[in-house]
């Protein structure tokens, strides 16, 4: 049997060298080609790169601890994560009498906690960064003033799962209100 071999440049009159022309062609076609998958690879959804099954979402989950203590309160943010672990973080004791509240307009918080005294008293709102942090935030608040969400200071910085799905205790009213 005897081997036979053509040369596709000069039978179709092309230079014997490579042209500029010629090395972006061949250039876009290996980029273009190597992001294609293999056969033999997997591409169902959220399988992974790994061949167990793919691993759950976290969670943690966001409530508040108010421990009166005479005409003050300590407060505390728990969080638990789905395997029922709770980590309690204390804030710090505020004057006044404390409750979970809805965030006042504007202030982009998940959850707050007012601590009032007459007309007066701090707000505390939970805030997320970046996807794996908790920050516990505070301002002063004066009844008939609009609050501004600039004069808020840390309180706490918590670090969580990066992308875990958050979830807050929903407000329980006190006036048997739905």
């Given at each position: 049997?005897?081997?036979?071999?053509?040369?596709?440049?000069a039978a179709f009159g092309a230079p014997a060298r490579p042209t500029c022309v010629g090395l972006a062609i061949a250039s876009i076609l290996v980029l273009g080609l190597s992001g294609c998958p293999k056969k033999?690879?997997?591409?169902?959804?959220?399988?992974?790169?790994?061949?167990?099954?793919?691993?759950?979402?976290?969670k943690v989950s966001i409530s508040w601890g108010i421990q009166p203590a005479g005409e003050m309160a300590d407060l505390y943010l728990a969080l638990t994560d789905e395997t029922g672990r709770v980590a309690s973080h204390s804030l710090g004791r505020y004057?006044?009498?404390?409750?979970?509240?809805?965030p006042s307009a504007g202030m982009n918080a998940l959850t707050a906690v007012t601590c009032r005294t007459g007309g007066t008293g701090t707000e505390l709102h939970v805030v997320t960064q970046g996807g794996d942090t908790i920050i516990?935030?505070?301002?002063?608040i004066d009844e008939g003033v609009t609050p501004d969400?600039?004069?808020?200071?840390?309180?706490?910085?918590?670090k969580i799962p990066l992308g875990a799905a958050i979830e807050v205790e929903p407000i329980v009213s006190t006036t048997g209100a739905p």
């Amino acid at each position: 049997m005897t081997r036979m071999s053509i040369d596709l440049r000069a039978a179709f009159g092309a230079p014997a060298r490579p042209t500029c022309v010629g090395l972006a062609i061949a250039s876009i076609l290996v980029l273009g080609l190597s992001g294609c998958p293999k056969k033999n690879e997997d591409t169902t959804p959220g399988t992974g790169s790994g061949s167990g099954p793919a691993q759950l979402a976290k969670k943690v989950s966001i409530s508040w601890g108010i421990q009166p203590a005479g005409e003050m309160a300590d407060l505390y943010l728990a969080l638990t994560d789905e395997t029922g672990r709770v980590a309690s973080h204390s804030l710090g004791r505020y004057k006044g009498t404390c409750s979970v509240t809805a965030p006042s307009a504007g202030m982009n918080a998940l959850t707050a906690v007012t601590c009032r005294t007459g007309g007066t008293g701090t707000e505390l709102h939970v805030v997320t960064q970046g996807g794996d942090t908790i920050i516990v935030l505070q301002m002063g608040i004066d009844e008939g003033v609009t609050p501004d969400p600039m004069s808020r200071q840390e309180v706490k910085r918590i670090k969580i799962p990066l992308g875990a799905a958050i979830e807050v205790e929903p407000i329980v009213s006190t006036t048997g209100a739905p």
